[in-house]
């Protein structure tokens, strides 16, 4: 049995980030696009979870209407497939959590993320270095084959830099220092940030979900195969 993977959403870095994370042998991963649906709903949720799952439904439908139709863009035969879509942000504590739910949209959605990073540090130039506490979140939603909808949710934990460094990762990567490694986010490898990111511990607890699910209902071989990392949300 193929276990497809398809994830709401264009964004290639996420999609880059998520094959690595998803490392299951008996896995693919497709964004939307390569399923051949395109889904654009508007994100009116109030939490990441909200706006997760409201992307997640709007591809799920689309898929459902494909199968039927017979138009999807694979083969659906023999194939288990799990619809998967993520929402994400910065959480700054001294901007009271902004950007928040709406980081993507942070001064408008086509602006460049080096202007978004010199704003914000701008608002936060007179914050004490103690006070410069932020964490990237991510929420993964999840509907898998029988229908059910289950969300999780991962954490990153970091500081606003006072300048901009690194050429790895996307988005506000650049500017989020993480002590451990005295380095930002975008200075450390694509493997160091899988292992400590948001969106791979978030990713990790759904995929261990799933396992769990397939076990439940028979449809996994290989149920009891460990996923990679913990399997755990912070």
């Not at 008996?26 to 409201?54: Q, Y």
């Not at 439908?61 to 799990?82: N, R």
């Not at 007179?126 to 059910?148: L, S």
Request: glycine share 8%; net charge negative; charged share 30%.
């Amino acid at each position: 049995m193929k276990h497809l993977f398809i994830i709401a959403t264009g964004n290639k870095g996420k999609i880059r980030e998520i094959r690595d994370i998803i490392t299951d042998p008996d896995a693919e991963v497709l964004s939307m696009r390569e399923a051949g649906v395109e889904a654009d709903p508007d994100e009116t949720g109030t939490t990441f979870e909200e706006n997760a799952l409201i992307k997640a439904r709007a591809v799920s439908a689309l898929i459902c209407q494909k199968t039927e139709d017979g138009t999807l863009s694979f083969d659906p035969t023999d194939t288990q497939i799990i619809v998967m879509s993520d929402d994400s942000g910065l959480v700054v504590d001294a901007l009271g959590g902004e950007p928040g739910i709406y980081s993507a949209r942070y001064l408008g959605y086509d602006t460049d993320y080096n202007y978004k990073m010199e704003q914000i540090m701008k608002r936060m130039e007179d914050v004490p270095e103690e006070e410069r506490t932020a964490r990237f979140v991510a929420a993964v939603a999840a509907i898998f084959p029988d229908g059910t909808e289950h969300v999780v949710r991962g954490t990153m934990e970091g500081v606003i830099a006072h300048s901009i460094n690194g050429q790895n990762g996307f988005g506000y990567d650049p500017f989020f220092y993480l002590p451990e490694y005295g380095k930002t986010s975008a200075e450390i490898t694509e493997e160091e940030k899988n292992e400590i990111s948001h969106r791979g511990k978030a990713f990790r607890a759904m995929i261990a979900l799933y396992h769990v699910w397939c076990a439940e209902n028979g449809s996994l071989e290989e149920a009891s195969k460990e996923t990679s990392g913990d399997g755990t949300a912070q």
